[in-house]
T-cell receptor, first 111, second 112 residues
Framework: EAQVTQNPRYLITVTGKKLTVTCSQN?????MSWYRQDPGLGLRQIYY???????DKGDVPEGYKVSRKEKRNFPLILESPSPNQTSLYFC??????????FGPGTRLTVL | SQQGEEDPQALSIQEGENATMNCSYK?????LQWYRQNSGRGLVHLIL?????REKHSGRLRVTLDTSKKSSSLLITASRAADTASYFC????????????FGTGTRLLVSP
């Protein structure tokens, strides 16, 4: 079954404590991306990756890092989380510019 | 830069009625996509319409595209309570149209 998995699904943490949200896909797509969704602001792209070892900034990359060492995984790293990064995060994959498959989301709260 | 804007922001109808949602975008596209999101869940791809297509159907969904007006519409016919969700249009942005640009969506409520 085609899947995009994210872990954890829910996370409450404190300011400054480094965290990683994992994303894994089994569809063999080269393109992967991360979005955050906030009330009134819609979904905004954080980072995307066109292929292994190829990543680029989206619209709101500040405070985030990503890596793409393998095709199937695209972790999102918050080196020093702040309360303004409290949000709902989605990983997505699919053909670049084509139909995207979204993960179930990670609800992050930074206190 | 590219932007997708859905209208109306919210729509409330009865089961069996049709629901129409509109989308406007700013810059040229090669295709436009529509997604559905149930509350707090991941987005689900509904339909992709290419820039050389005027209309596309998928089950009870009908999407139109007018590139001269930079607009698209999503029609859901004979709506059901299970259609209650937020709907997003996603025109592509970036060089090479490699990313999708989402708006804030239309919240559709279908009452039994």
């Amino acid at each position: 079954e085609a899947q995009v998995t994210q872990n954890p699904r829910y996370l409450i943490t404190v300011t400054g404590k480094k965290l990683t949200v994992t994303c894994s896909q089994n569809m063999n797509h080269e393109y992967m991306s991360w979005y955050r969704q906030d009330p009134g602001l819609g979904l905004r792209q954080i980072y995307y990756s066109m292929n292994v070892e190829v990543t680029d900034k989206g619209d709101v990359p500040e405070g985030y890092k990503v890596s793409r060492k393998e095709k199937r995984n695209f972790p999102l790293i918050l080196e020093s989380p702040s309360p303004n990064q409290t949000s709902l995060y989605f990983c997505a994959t699919g053909p670049a510019g084509g139909a995207q498959f979204f993960g179930p989301g990670t609800r992050l709260t930074v206190l | 830069s590219q932007q997708g804007e859905e209208d109306p922001q919210a729509l409330s109808i009865q089961e069996g009625e049709n629901a129409t949602m509109n989308c406007s975008y700013k810059t040229s596209i090669n295709n436009l996509q529509w997604y559905r999101q149930n509350s707090g869940r991941g987005l689900v791809h509904l339909i992709l319409i290419r820039s050389n297509e005027r209309e596309k159907h998928s089950g009870r969904l009908r999407v139109t595209l007018d590139t001269s007006k930079k607009s698209s519409s999503l029609l859901i016919t004979a709506s059901r309570a299970a259609d209650t969700a937020s709907y997003f249009c996603a025109p592509p942005g970036g060089t090479g149209f490699q990313k999708l640009v989402f708006g804030t969506g239309t919240r559709l409520l279908v009452s039994p």
